[in-house]
């Protein structure tokens, strides 16, 4: 394998549960039923695309989309371009809030920017005291100079008994059609997970994604007619929670920012790149001998 150039290495995805300190919070409490009511009024709004039924919400100098629907766990959902905030009822052994980040908000603000803006909101217009933990987080690397193909699959050294071949959704538009190009690959599933797929296609399938570029543009190695792949490795608190690293048990919100550059040792290492022949890896994908 050719040695590729990294443009960029990001925290694409965050997600973190909010535990209440006290047992009830009274601002809190008026602050979620005024919630409630948005909500119902969102709800009688009539039309087929749900992402439409939303009632303007501002609060400070932060305005917000109350949702008519609302995800599995919490009541309702309040979100802008920047965040997605699910809040539910204060309870003794469950999260009263999930904020969930726009990766967009991730690369322009910068995940630790946007992780303590976010959280100052909270405080200063949610309720004030509570514990973080780190649901779920995605990081993510994207490289050029070398083109994955489906012999790559056979190639990765992994214990993971789960890997499959990954294909974008088929789009066939202004002539241009997508989906039978070989876009990816992955390994593992559920608390952990690697995906290593074709960031250039992804864009070119959904211009919503290519905020990613102005990263991109920054580095003077980028060559913007080469192909740029993304290896995207997904941890989840249920893994989380039972590792560490010199910075403690990854149990704790801030113990998991500190140790990302272990948690891509750990990934690298889980699932390490095996220089193969291309007659070798056909031998392994056939299981038979040329």
């Not at 740029?228 to 704790?252: C, N, P």
């Amino acid at each position: 394998m050719s040695r590729p150039t990294l443009l960029s290495q990001i925290v694409d995805t965050i997600k973190l549960h909010l535990y209440s300190v006290a047992e009830n919070d009274l601002d809190y409490e008026l602050l979620y039923d005024q919630l409630l009511e948005h909500k119902s009024r969102a709800q009688q709004l009539h039309n087929t695309n749900n992402d439409a039924r939303v009632v303007k919400w501002t609060i400070g100098n932060e305005s917000f989309n109350v949702r008519a629907t609302s995800v599995r766990g919490f009541s309702v959902v309040i979100e802008n371009d920047d965040v997605s905030i699910a809040l539910r009822k204060f309870s003794k052994t469950s999260p009263f809030a999930r904020v969930e980040f726009r990766s967009s908000f991730l690369v322009r603000a910068g995940h630790r920017q946007a992780i303590d803006f976010a959280l100052a909101f909270m405080r200063q217009k949610i309720t004030p005291d509570f514990t973080i933990k780190v649901s779920e987080i995605h990081l993510a690397a994207d490289l050029q100079g070398y083109d994955f193909s489906e012999l790559d699959l056979q190639r990765f050294k992994t214990r993971a008994r789960r890997r499959v071949s990954h294909r974008e959704e088929s789009v066939i538009q202004n002539s241009y059609y997508w989906g039978m190009d070989f876009t990816g690959f992955e390994f593992g599933g559920g608390n952990k997970r690697l995906r290593i797929y074709n960031k250039t296609i992804e864009i070119r399938n959904n211009a919503n994604k290519g905020y990613i570029k102005s990263r991109w543009e920054t580095n003077p190695n980028y060559d913007q007619k080469k192909t740029v792949w993304r290896v995207e490795a997904q941890f989840r608190r249920e893994y989380l929670k039972k590792i560490s690293t010199t910075h403690g048990l990854l149990d704790g919100f801030e113990s998991v920012l500190q140790s990302i550059p272990d948690l891509w040792v750990m990934i690298l290492n889980d699932f390490s790149f095996r220089s193969l022949t291309e007659h070798e890896a056909l031998i392994l994908m056939t299981k038979k001998v040329f």
